[in-house]
């Protein structure tokens, strides 16, 4: 017969399978955090876990709980758990913040600047409001999250904001010191104002304020080690999108236009501000473009042509191939799910338009990484 485990192996086992229990909002691993305070195993195999929550109010405590519960399950000669939460003194939070950051007693920088930093950033822009950018951008945020990218949605339209609705969440962020830690929806992590702000106040903020805002959520949100980090930028060509410019340097715009004459134009104009502020232009999508009858033709109710327009007019203006790179179709299912809080690309996957942004964002997290500002490690002899 197998020993009879002790005390000992089985407060040892506890603390191996702590390690596999990541922090829901942090993502890293609670042993390694300093959440775990202490375990103590009886006679009987009954073991007692004291977790130290960052913050009292921590809104993931029963999730934690939950899965601390689980992990200790597991352990051979284990009876029972019971798991005790308590809240991290200043100094416990402090050092878990300059864990996470990596940083001790700095001030907080914005990573995605960084000369190692591997994210691609894609600023998603629109000349007029109206053609259905936050929709695209939040589309392909779900879609590239739904494909295994660690993907982050910074909600940069302060006055108009929405990203947190078309994605479903209704969680707050957490504050820990000076770090923020996003909620998260449909596996994509998301900041936006709207989720500091009491029901739907609206928010009336002038430049320099707007720029602090753009600046606290790049530097002060912990993002993790993010994939993809796409920007839902305002309409137009105002403070945001100059303040993108100097905040995220190596952003790149992705434009999106409606098919008619008068969306076209306006959204060129957004797009060549990326040529006044030195950013890369990836590309331009159609949104809009037809609509599907029921006998197979198709209905083009704001034209045709524009995004094409937009893409030569740029890539002329530009000197660089500024390419179409698709047309996304009218489809209620798209609505439907913007209403829901369940992005097309997951509600109906299937869909005319889930299928042309789930290629779309598929094709942007193919894109090859630039190596400008990089360290590429070669020493000259």
Known sequence: MPPTPTADSVREGVLRALATVDDPELHRPITDLGMVDGVDVDAEGLVDVRVLLTIAACPMRDTLTREVTAAVGTVEGARGVRVHLGEMTPEQRRGLTEKVRGTTGAAPTIPFNAPGSLTRVYAVASGKGGVGKSSVTVNLAAAMAADGLRVGVLDADVHGFSVPRLLGVTGRPTRVDNMIIPPTGHGVRVISIGMFVPGNEPVAWRGPMLHRALQQFASEVHWGDLDVLLLDLPPGTGDIAISVAQLLPRAEVLVVTTPQVAAAEV???????????????????????????????????????????????????????????????MDVALREGGDEGLPVVLRAPDSPAAVVL???ARTLARRPRGLAGRKLGVSVA
Do not use: I
Request: net charge negative.
């Open 267 to 329: 959204a060129e104009r957004a797009g060549a501000v990326a040529a006044q502020t030195e950013q890369r232009l990836v590309g331009v999508v159609e949104n809009m473009s037809w609509l599907q009858l029921p006998d197979g033709q198709r209905m083009e109710v704001f034209g045709s042509g524009g995004g094409a327009r937009v893409a030569q007019s740029l890539s002329a203006r530009l000197g660089t191939d500024v390419p179409l790179l698709g047309q996304v179709p």
């Open 358 to 360: 789930r290629d779309l």
